[in-house]
């Protein structure tokens, strides 16, 4: 398995949107699958945010992503944030999830950030498994959310 920047493989950004929209579309109201690919187009970054990522198997095949973002949660002033992680179910428990939070981990501290934030509704545990540390639940667009903080 590989860690690439989307913008190597541009050619993915159509099953990144639609990975990102059918997991999470729920919590952004009125958006379209064609906005969010759009807005995954906009994160084919290197030196600043936002920058997705994909996990490739040997075959170059997508097997996972995550992202980089300035602003995940409307109204909260901390930044940036580790998005959008996600690994299909035929893939999880395999580190590919572990493997891109230190590739987007990486990226911000070598974009000259010292603290990164997230947000899950699923799986606290990988992130406090990878040193993230929890410091609030709260609602978030009627979802049960725990927000989370690591220091780079």
């Known amino acids: 398995m590989r860690i690439a920047p989307l913008v190597e493989r541009p050619d993915l950004a159509d099953q990144v949107a639609a990975w990102g929209f059918a997991e999470w579309g ?5 958006e379209t699958l064609a906005r969010r690919v759009i807005r995954i187009q906009g994160k084919m970054n290197l030196d600043r945010v936002p920058v997705a990522f994909v996990a490739l198997d040997e075959a170059g095949g997508i097997v996972g992503t995550a992202s980089l973002i300035f602003d995940d949660l409307e109204g909260d002033p901390r930044n940036p944030w580790l998005a959008s992680v996600y690994v299909p179910p035929e ?10 939070v230190r590739a987007v981990e990486d990226t911000a501290r070598r974009l000259g ?22 410091l609030e639940r709260r609602d978030y667009r009627g979802e049960n959310i725990q927000v989370m903080d690591r220091t780079l």
């Open 91 to 100: 893939h999880r428990k395999k580190g590919i999830a572990s493997a891109l």
């Open 26 to 30: 729920h919590l952004n109201p009125g």
């Open 113 to 134: 950030y010292s603290r990164l934030y997230l947000f899950t509704s699923t799986v606290p545990d990988l992130y406090a498994g990878l040193g993230w540390r929890p």
